[in-house]
């Protein structure tokens, strides 16, 4: 099984499946294609039935977008429990991963990952930071971003740090989010964080020791 992915370092996208196949304990191959170098949109073109990444190439079949290699891992690996088991917890849990996969666009635009205008590389994984956001359409994604957080947590997330308790596929959704916060500074109790729940649920999503190990090979020469 081969996972293709954009650069470690910044691509937003790639992070997902792949938290996603290691919780499922899944043997797979990494494959990076660095975005913006010489020749990336012929090689993504030849791979890549949408012209981006990430995809799995798996049984002779390709599967693209993050959304779709993450439900097909939980359709293979039905002991990693990807989704809650409980009904309301499971149905709240798509709702805010496609919440995350359709929405957020001024986050995504005005705290972008990779290389800006001006060419500094913003990543998700180095100590460089960015200053915060000023506007309002980025306040107003931030904010929901914290509701989401705070109310996933309230209602089903006694049961351990993640969003529903149990690490799931919202999570690696979130994690880069948790990510860009990090990078941009983002206050989050200026956002509705009133007493730091979503502050503490962003803290666990880059202390899981996968994030870890994916920091580890986006900073290690390759
Ligand atoms: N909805 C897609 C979005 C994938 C996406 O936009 N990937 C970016 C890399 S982070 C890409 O391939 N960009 C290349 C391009 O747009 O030409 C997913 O979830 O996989």
Redesign the pocket.
């Known amino acids: 099984m081969e996972l293709i992915l954009?650069n470690l370092e910044f691509?937003?996208?790639?992070l997902r499946p792949w938290l996603v196949l290691k919780r499922c304990g899944a043997d797979f191959t990494v494959t990076e294609i660095p975005?913006y170098g010489d020749g990336w949109?012929d090689r993504?073109a030849e791979v890549s039935p949408s012209?981006?990444?990430?995809l799995l190439k798996v049984d002779g079949e390709t599967i693209?977008?993050?959304?779709s290699i993450a439900v097909w891992c939980a359709e293979r690996y039905p002991t990693a429990q990807l989704w809650p088991a409980e009904a309301a917890a499971r149905w709240a849990a798509r709702s805010v991963t496609c919440e995350m996969?359709s929405g957020f666009m001024a986050l995504r635009t005005d705290c972008s990952m990779g290389p800006d205008a001006g060419g500094v590389i913003h990543t998700m994984v180095g100590p460089d930071r960015a200053p915060p956001p000023t506007g309002q359409a980025v306040a107003d994604d931030v904010r929901r971003l914290v509701e989401i957080f705070r109310d996933m947590r309230a209602r089903f997330g006694a049961g351990g740090p993640y969003l529903f308790g149990d690490w799931s596929i919202p999570d690696a959704f979130f994690t880069p989010v948790a990510a860009r916060f990090r990078h941009y500074q983002i206050d989050l109790a200026a956002h509705g964080d009133v007493d730091g729940v979503a502050r503490a649920y962003c803290e666990a999503l880059l202390d899981q020791p996968d994030f870890h190990e994916w920091v580890r090979l986006a900073t290690t020469a390759r």
Request: without cysteine; hydrophobic residues 35%; glycine residues 12%.
């Open positions: 954009g691509s937003t996208w790639s975005l949109k993504l012209g981006k990444v990430p693209w977008d993050s959304l996969h």
